[in-house]
């Protein structure tokens, strides 16, 4: 029997869906066949295909009357991506209080928050529902200069296997750890074109993710084809990073041999 990814008829709320990787999620669901809803802190145009919603996600007012008005539009909600995130660097040791109370709030509490009015919706259905929460290599390793983003995406993976088992049977909640992506805003991070291409050869796949690579990932995790894969993380990060005591000590032997 063929295979194929199939997300026609199921209607999906993609958080930070209009840029960046939320773009390529929102992308990727449409080519599915999904209806799909995307949501922002400020107004943009409504991307092709989807509808657009003004919300805060750190706020528990907001994410409800966002959510029923899902439901009272299309009468379900069946697959939830905490996409929206994300963290300025800032050193931990000068980061005020109030930056690292609001970076974790938007990265933890907030997919939380949308998480529980999710599953509100989805356990009254017959089909039940899914979550993909978007989370970082960075919960996976140390992450200087974007310590509380660190600390909040390895809470979220915490948090993944955790709804994963008290909301089962009805709702799979599923994960994604996402390390390096090229967007429109890359070059800030990563210092043009020749810093994307020199951050680029580090990933054992020669490049970074597109969006539309992590969108392909969650579209998989919310379809029929993922349906026994809940309480997973999946790790979208082009073979990970080399460890550095490899390029020491390949650095340590050209030396000696030219010496």
Known sequence: MALSLDLQGLVALVTGGTRGVGLGITEAFLAAGATVFTCSRS???DPPGARHFVCDVRSAESVSEMVASVVADHGRLDVLVNNAGGA???LAAEASPRYHAKITELNLLAPLLLSQAANHV???????GVIVNVSSVSALRPSPGTAAYGAAKAGLDSLTRTLAVEWAPKVR????DVGLV?????????????GVAAVASTVPLGRLATPRDV????????????SYVSGASIEVHGGGEAPAFLAAAQNTTTTDEES
């Open 43 to 45: 107004e943009v145009a």
């Open 88 to 90: 300025p660097y800032a």
């Open 122 to 128: 989805m356990q009254g259905q017959p089909q039940g």
């Open 173 to 176: 909640v599923v994960g994604m």
């Open 182 to 194: 090229l967007t429109e805003q890359s070059d800030l991070h990563y210092g043009g074109e020749q």
């Open 215 to 226: 969108g392909n990932v969650a579209a998989f995790l919310a379809s029929p084809l993922a």
